[in-house]
C-alpha cells in the first residue's frame, strides 16, 4: 500500500490484530477505536441529508404509489380498495400496451446508437487538434439546451410544409416525408432526436473516460507493436468500463422517462403512434383524473427499468470478467 | 454500530416525516358574515386574463370591482392555461389546498361535479332559471349536470368556417352561394386544392385548423350539422350511422385536400392569410393592420355547415365555486365582478372570442369585426363537446382515436364504438 492510498482509507478500521498504544497499556479503551467511532458517526451525519432526501422523495413516493395502484383514487376524495383490478384493466388498454412497446423500442433502439455515436466522438475529441473546445462545446449545447426549445426547433425542422428536413431532402432529390404526422414515421423521428440530444452528456463522460486512461499502458501497448485497434480494444475499452456502466444506467433511466420532448412533439400521436409510458401516467393522472389507475402503470414502469437495469448489470459483469 | 446506524436512520426518518407534515400545512383563509370586515383570501384559477400587462390590467380592474364589497379580501390569482389546468385542479384537491373559484371551459362541469369539486350554485342563490336569462341560451346545457348548476358562462368559443372571395371567384365558383353540406364543401375544397407536378399538396382546399390530435372540435361540428349531437343526456350519441359517415367523409378529406395535421406556424386559420381557401376559424378576427388587415378581412365570407341542421361549434370560459370553499359568498362576488359588462367585453376580446350573454349580438366585442357579429348572431346553433362525467378522461381518447380513424389505421365504426364504450 502506497502512503497515499493509506491516507486516503481511514475510515474502516483495519482487521486483524492492533498493536499495543499507550491507551491500550493505561487500560483505557483502544483511542483508535474511538476515533473510528466518531468518524462513523461523522458519515452517518454526512449521510444524513441523502437519506432525508431519499425517503422524502424516492422511498415514500414509490410506496405511495405501490398503495395507490391498488386504489380507485381519482383527486375526489372518495377512494375504494381495488387490489389488483388496475393492473388487470391495463392489460387490455390498447393506449398503455402501445405506450409499453413504444418505451421498449425507444430504450433499445436510442441507448445503444446514443453510446456508440457518443464513444465515437468522445474518441475523436481526445484529440490534441486546433479548435477541439470550439467541437466539445458544440456536440455539448443540445444537452444544456432545455428540451422545450430544442423540441420546438425540430417541430420546424420536421414541419412537412416548410420543414428544413423536407428542404435537405428535396435538395437531393428525394421526395417530402410527413415525420411528426405520420404514425409511420413519428417514432423515428422522435429517436433522431432523442439520440441527438443525448449525446453530449454521454460524449463528456466517456472523454473523461478516455482522459483518464493510464498513459503509461497506451505507451507500452504502442511500444508492444499494438495498432490503434488494437490499443483501443485491449487497453482504452477495459477502462472505460466503469463509465460505459454509469452511461449504460443513465441512458436506460433517462430513456424510459422520456416524456418533455413526447409532449412538445406529438402528445403521443397521431393517434397513438408515439405514446410512452410516462406520458400516458401523465395523461392518465392530470387528464383523465386516475391517479390509481396511474400508479399502476407506474409500478409497472418501475419493474420494467428494473429489469433493464438488471439487464445491465448482468451484461456490464460479464464485460468485467473477460 | 448496527444499533447506531438503526437510531439514526430512524431519525431521519422521524425528521423527514415532520418535514412533510409541516410543509403539507396551507395557508388559512379566513371570513365573517360581513363583506366589510370579512378578511383572508379568495383563490382563483382562471384562463381567462393571459399574463401579458393587458390581461394583467384587465384582472386587476375585476379585483378592484370585487373589492367595493369585500375591502379586506385579497385575490390570490393563479393564470393557468388549458393545457394545465387539469393538473392545476387536481394537485389542489391532492394537497387540500382547492380552489375558491375556478374557471374552466366547456366539458369540464359535469365530470368536475359528479367528482364533487364544483359547488351546486343553488347554494349561493343561482338556478337554472337565472343561468337562462341571463346567458345565451347555448351555454344552459353546458353548465348544468343532473339538472343542478355547476357554473355561470362567461365568454363563448363561438367557431365558423370562412372562405376567401377571391379563391372562389378565380375557382369559377359562386361565393354568394358557398357550400353548406359536407358533400358541397368536399366538391368546392378538391376544386379549390392546388397540387404540384407530383401531386403534392401545395395549398389545402380546405383547412381543418387542427394539429395532429386535435380533430375531436372539427369531428364534433360536422356531427352536429347532420342532427346528431355528440351526447345526448350524458349518453354518448356519436356510434351511429351519422357518427361513422361523419368520420368517413373527414377522413376522405384528409391527404385529399388536406395534408394530416397541417398548420402554419402561427397556427393561426389558414384561411385568414390566404394559405386556404376555405377553413375552420375562430370567433374573432382582426381587421387592423396588427391583425390581419382590412384588404383580408373584406376577402372572407362566413357560414356555417349544414347537413340539415346548422351547427357552430361553442367552446367558452364557465366560472364555478370551488365545493370545498368557506367563502362561497365572496367567491359569487367575485364571479359577479367577472360577469359584469365591461369585464366581459374585454375578456372575450383578449381571448377572440364573444361575451357568452343573451344579447352577445350587441355587446362591444361581437360589434367590433365581422366574424365575432356572424358567430353571436349564429349563437343559436351552438354544439358543444362533453356530456359524460368521464369526458376528462374519454377526451384524450377521442383525440387518438379520431387519429388513427383518419390515418386508415382503424375502421371508423370500430374507433366510435370503442370511444362510445369508454363514455359513462
Known amino acids: 500500500m502506497t502512503p497515499a492510498s493509506a491516507a486516503e482509507s481511514p475510515i474502516v478500521a483495519p482487521a486483524g490484530p492492533q498493536k499495543p498504544t499507550a491507551a491500550n497499556r493505561r487500560g483505557g479503551r483502544p483511542k483508535r477505536r474511538s476515533v473510528t467511532r466518531k468518524q462513523v458517526w461523522a458519515g452517518w451525519l454526512l449521510l444524513t441529508p441523502a437519506l432525508l432526501h431519499s425517503t422524502l422523495f424516492i422511498s415514500v413516493p414509490t410506496l405511495a404509489a405501490v398503495f395507490l395502484s391498488m386504489t380507485d383514487y381519482s383527486f375526489s376524495g372518495e377512494w375504494a380498495w381495488v387490489g389488483f383490478d388496475n393492473f388487470i384493466e391495463l392489460m387490455s388498454d390498447q393506449n398503455f400496451k402501445t405506450a409499453f412497446v413504444n418505451t421498449v423500442l425507444y430504450a433499445i433502439v436510442v441507448v445503444p446508437i446514443s453510446m456508440g455515436l457518443a464513444l465515437v466522438i468522445a474518441l475523436g475529441l481526445n484529440q490534441k487538434l486546433r479548435g477541439m473546445a470550439f467541437f466539445r462545446t458544440a456536440f455539448y449545447i443540445p444537452t444544456v439546451t432545455a428540451t422545450v426549445a430544442v423540441a420546438t426547433v425540430w417541430l420546424w425542422i420536421y414541419n412537412p410544409g416548410a420543414g428544413l428536413a423536407n428542404g435537405a431532402l428535396s435538395f437531393f432529390g428525394f421526395g417530402p416525408q410527413p415525420f411528426l404526422n405520420s404514425p409511420d414515421t413519428a417514432l423515428p423521428s422522435l429517436m433522431l432526436v432523442g439520440i441527438w440530444q443525448g449525446l453530449g452528456a454521454k460524449m463528456i463522460i466517456y472523454l473523461a473516460a478516455l482522459q483518464g486512461v493510464s498513459r503509461e499502458l497506451v505507451e507500452a501497448a504502442e511500444l508492444d507493436g499494438a495498432n490503434r485497434w488494437q490499443t483501443f480494444k485491449h487497453v482504452k475499452w477495459p477502462a472505460l468500463a466503469p463509465a460505459q456502466f454509469f452511461v449504460l444506467i443513465t441512458s436506460i433511466v433517462g430513456t424510459f422517462q422520456v416524456y418533455d420532448l413526447v409532449y412538445v412533439m406529438t402528445r403521443g400521436g397521431p393517434g397513438i403512434s408515439t405514446n410512452v409510458l410516462v406520458l400516458d401516467i401523465y395523461n392518465n393522472a392530470f387528464q383523465g383524473m386516475r391517479l390509481g389507475y396511474a400508479s399502476a402503470e407506474t409500478v409497472i414502469m418501475i419493474l420494467l427499468i428494473s429489469v433493464f437495469i438488471i439487464v445491465g448489470r448482468k451484461l456490464q459483469g460479464s464485460d468485467k470478467s473477460e | ?424
Open chain 2, 1 to 424: 454500530m448496527k444499533k447506531n446506524s438503526l437510531k439514526v436512520m430512524a431519525m431521519s426518518v422521524g425528521l423527514g416525516l415532520a418535514l412533510a407534515a409541516c410543509g403539507s400545512a396551507s395557508a388559512p383563509s379566513t371570513s365573517t358574515d360581513d363583506p366589510a370586515t370579512a378578511t383572508g383570501s379568495l383563490r382563483v384559477m382562471i384562463p381567462t386574463y393571459p399574463l401579458s400587462n393587458e390581461g394583467k390590467a384587465e384582472f386587476q380592474k375585476v379585483v378592484d370591482d370585487f373589492n367595493k364589497t369585500y375591502p379586506k379580501m385579497t385575490i390570490e390569482p393563479d393564470f393557468v392555461t388549458y393545457d394545465t389546468m387539469n393538473e392545476k385542479i387536481s394537485t389542489s384537491i391532492a394537497s387540500g389546498s382547492g380552489y375558491d373559484v375556478l374557471v374552466t371551459g366547456i366539458g369540464w362541469i359535469q365530470p368536475f361535479a359528479a367528482k364533487k369539486v364544483f359547488k351546486d350554485l343553488a347554494d349561493v342563490g343561482i338556478s337554472k332559471a337565472d343561468i337562462s336569462t341571463k346567458t345565451a341560451d347555448a351555454m344552459v346545457p353546458a353548465v348544468t349536470h343532473d339538472e343542478k348548476v355547476y357554473g355561470y358562462p362567461l365568454i363563448a368559443d363561438a367557431r365558423a368556417v370562412a372562405f376567401r372571395k377571391s379563391a372562389f371567384i378565380e375557382a369559377g365558383l359562386d361565393p354568394e352561394k358557398p357550400p353548406a353540406s359536407m358533400a358541397e364543401l368536399k366538391e368546392a375544397a378538391e376544386k379549390l386544392t392546388k397540387r404540384d407536378a407530383s401531386g403534392a399538396i401545395t395549398r389545402p382546399g380546405f383547412d381543418f385548423w387542427a394539429a395532429s390530435g386535435a380533430y375531436r372540435q372539427t369531428f364534433t361540428t360536422f356531427l352536429a350539422s347532420t342532427g346528431t349531437p355528440l351526447f345526448v343526456d350524458g349518453k354518448p350519441n356519436f356510434n351511429n350511422a351519422d357518427g361513422v359517415e361523419t368520420l368517413e367523409w373527414m377522413k376522405g378529406m384528409i391527404n385529399n385536400v388536406q395534408t394530416f395535421g397541417q398548420m402554419n406556424s402561427a397556427k393561426k386559420p389558414l384561411v385568414y392569410t390566404n394559405e386556404a381557401p376555405i377553413g375552420m376559424v375562430g370567433g374573432a378576427v382582426d381587421c387592423s393592420d396588427q391583425g390581419i388587415g382590412q384588404a383580408n378581412c373584406d376577402d372572407l365570407s362566413f357560414f356555417l355547415l349544414d347537413n340539415g341542421t346548422k351547427a357552430e361549434f361553442v367552446g367558452g370560459d364557465i366560472a364555478s365555486i370551488g365545493a370545498k370553499t368557506k367563502n362561497a359568498k365572496a367567491a359569487w362576488t367575485f364571479i359577479e365582478s367577472l360577469i359584469k359588462p365591461e369585464a366581459n367585453n374585454a375578456q372575450a376580446k383578449l381571448n377572440s372570442k364573444i361575451p357568452a350573454t343573451k344579447d352577445t349580438a350587441k355587446t362591444g366585442q361581437a360589434q367590433s369585426n365581422p366574424l365575432s357579429k356572424f358567430v353571436a348572431a349564429n349563437l343559436s346553433h351552438a354544439a358543444y363537446e362533453g356530456g359524460a362525467s368521464n369526458w376528462l378522461e374519454v377526451r384524450k381518447s377521442f383525440n387518438s382515436g379520431l387519429d388513427e380513424a383518419l390515418l386508415g389505421k382503424r375502421p371508423a365504426e370500430e374507433v366510435l364504438s370503442s370511444l362510445a364504450a369508454l363514455s359513462k
